[in-house]
């Protein structure tokens, strides 16, 4: 209340949900457990593997995954949110972090830089997504989108863009100037953290 939500760590907001303890641990010990294991689960945790943690009960199970769901559908959801760099975009896009195939995705934006929609093109082989402009650009088409952003993961943890990646890049920038629909960045999304391909290859985008 004094100095609000975005001063606490993440086991601390995990025992503001928790609300309390067990006779076993206390909440701020079953917190700090819960922060390392959601932290390391490769994909979004279920049930029962949440209920095997000791002290944490099917109830207070449920309250964390009710959470995470919750939070997921309000990131992806509605909310028009102005994007004056790519960075902003990591929370709505964390969901690509722990995907365990390779997906593409395009962030429609306004004039104005608002996020119009968020919406997944392609689910691909466990290294690779192809994606030709067409499907690429029909939703921001549909949307009236003045410039788009691209994302796509690599579940191998590796940020740095490959020979393909660069190619599929360069299609979608051309298509980009002929739809008069610009493509602002690619950014690759994974476990380790994540890339910009117009910050390590600016030529790509270009105009000259």
Known sequence: MSFGVKSLSD????????????????????????DVYLKSCPKFPELSELSKITGLGRAKACQILACLELSSRFLLGGQSQVVTNP?????RLAFLKRAQQECMVCVSLNGGSRVVGVHTLTVGLANQTQIHPREAFSQAILENAVSVIFAHNHPSGNTHPSRDDLDVTSRLVDSGRILDIP??????????????????????????
């Open 11 to 34: 086991s601390e907001l995990i025992s503001v949900i928790l609300g309390s303890g067990s006779r076993l641990k206390s909440v701020f010990l079953l917190a700090k457990e819960l």
């Open 87 to 91: 960075v902003e975009l990591l929370p």
């Open 183 to 208: 493509v602002l960045d690619h950014l690759i999304i994974t476990p380790e953290g994540w890339s910009s391909i117009k910050a390590l290859h600016p030529n790509i985008f270009s105009t000259n």
